[in-house]
């Protein structure tokens, strides 16, 4: 594993590279708002992807860089997002296709670029379908269905069944996989890389996808 840091508009933000000889795609995710790449669903994704012999890129935005738990607005991360793929795909993963994704807010991050960044496909873990309640609210949360149904690549969604933020439904080119939990998705990690390893014939070809 290699870790470079990527100057991007908003401050440098850091990749964790796991990259085999000679991949024949590449992983480019992204960590929830308050989370880092560490987290137990993007380390058994990564696993599922080495094996499939694509490369894995774990992203830190420059906010976590920086040592804030704090997300920035919306805008900077996903300018921020576009700097490191731009970057990556000149460097360390080019001429790779390349899927990107992410869990929770990293994943709505992936969804809003994956036209600018030129995903081949978008991996959602636990996509925050709908933001939490407000005790005071008034109104119905709106929902951010449209971020998924914008990317014009195919998607797959990893959502616990009892995930808070709601469950999106799939479309033509969406598959949502259910798994037991909620939106950590710790409680079944076995079907959590389960539906990955699955979906990535479909999208890359089943060539050297194992089991």
């Known amino acids: 594993m290699r870790v470079v840091e990527i100057e991007t508009p908003h401050g440098p933000a850091r990749a964790h590279l796991h990259l085999s ?3 024949r795609a590449a992983l480019v995710l992204g960590h929830g708002a308050n989370g880092g790449v560490a987290a137990r669903d993007l380390v058994a994704v990564t696993e599922v992807a080495l094996a499939a012999g694509i490369g894995v890129a774990l992203v830190e935005q420059p ?11 919306a805008r900077q991360l996903d300018a921020a997002w576009t700097a ?15 899927l990107t994704g992410g869990r929770s807010s990293g994943a709505r991050v992936a969804c809003r670029t994956a036209a600018a960044t030129g995903a081949a496909g978008v991996l959602c873990l636990a996509f925050p379908l709908l933001p939490p309640a407000r005790r005071a609210a008034t ?9 998924l149904e914008a990317v014009p690549v195919p998607v ?5 069944e009892r995930d808070p933020f709601g469950l999106p439904p799939a479309g033509p080119a969406r598959t949502v ?6 939106h950590s ?10 539906a990955v390893r699955d ?12 089991r």
């Open 84 to 98: 490191v793929l731009v970057a990556l795909r000149a460097e360390a993963l080019a001429g790779l296709p390349v």
């Open 156 to 160: 797959l969604v990893v959502q616990g």
């Open 177 to 182: 996989a259910r798994v037991a939990g909620d």
């Open 21 to 23: 000889v000679a991949p």
């Open 185 to 194: 998705l710790r409680t079944d990690l076995g079907a959590v890389s389960a």
């Open 63 to 73: 906010y976590r860089v920086a040592g804030r738990r704090s997300p920035a607005p």
């Open 139 to 147: 109104k119905v949360p709106e929902s951010r269905l449209s971020e």
């Open 199 to 210: 979906w990535l014939p479909g999208v890359l070809g089943p060539a050297e996808v194992t």
